[in-house]
């Protein structure tokens, strides 16, 4: 199993609060990636990282930022949560680049938001 | 943007029987995996599949890569009660680092 940390795994916030979402592996993973997946849906990605310093939007329009100060750790933070952002964000890393090998990506638990 | 869809979106299946999920992007891909996701937990990797035409199997499971690396498919002998949760694909194009994930299928297994 891999291992990938999220905290906090459940949060109940109120409207316009700032949030942050800790990500964290141990793996010397290279690449980092934020999902937001309603419950039964698809995931939709919202922020990648392939290193230190460098960080990249994803396909769905969030209103959350990234920062990757140091390989290990990805937070994502929301300035003023909205009753828009429950949902359930998923935090994921994988190895390998585009050379080849299989670039498998390894989920973290998952933090399930509730902005009321 | 690139699209991945998966067809089809429910399916309940007796135990025993055969199960089939296919995964169609709307651009060419450079590699597909497989994730599978148990009911309120994380995607966890199946398999990745690179070349055109490529098949691999993993005891009931076949997976399969189109010729023109556009679908996919993944096919399940014989469920399991154990078999029972959403299985995703994710396809990455050539030069970038993100996948996206196709829609899902969501298997119940019936005992």
């Known amino acids: 199993e891999a291992d990938i940390y999220q905290t906090p795994r459940y949060l109940v916030i109120g409207t316009g609060k700032k949030i942050t979402l800790e990500c964290s592996q141990t793996m010397g993973h290279d690449k980092m990636y934020w999902y937001q997946q309603d419950p039964g849906m698809e995931l939709h990605l919202i922020h990648y990282?392939?290193?230190?310093?460098?960080?990249e939007k994803g396909d769905l329009s969030s209103e959350s930022t990234v920062s990757r100060i140091r390989t290990e750790h990805f937070p994502l933070t929301l300035e003023s949560a909205r009753p828009s952002h429950t949902s359930q964000y998923l935090c994921?890393?994988?190895?390998?680049?585009?050379?080849?090998?299989?670039?498998?990506?390894?989920f973290g638990p998952g933090t399930r938001l509730t902005v009321l | 943007g690139q699209q991945v869809m998966q067809i089809p979106q429910y399916q309940h299946v007796q135990e025993g029987e055969d199960f089939t999920t296919y995964c169609n992007s709307s651009t060419t891909l450079s590699n597909i995996q497989w994730y599978k996701q148990r009911p309120g937990g994380h995607p966890v990797f199946l398999i990745q599949?690179?070349?055109?035409?490529e098949v691999k199997k993993q005891k009931r499971l076949t997976f399969q890569f189109g010729e023109a690396k556009k679908n996919s498919s993944l096919h399940i002998t014989a469920t399991q009660t154990t078999d029972v949760g959403t299985y995703f694909c994710a396809g990455r194009t050539s030069g970038t680092y993100k996948y996206i994930f196709g829609t899902g299928t969501r298997l119940k297994v019936l005992a």
């Open positions: 994921a890393s994988s190895e390998y680049g585009l050379a080849g090998g299989t670039d498998t990506q390894y």
């Open positions: 599949l690179v070349k055109s035409g």
């Open positions: 990282s392939y290193g230190v310093n460098s960080t």
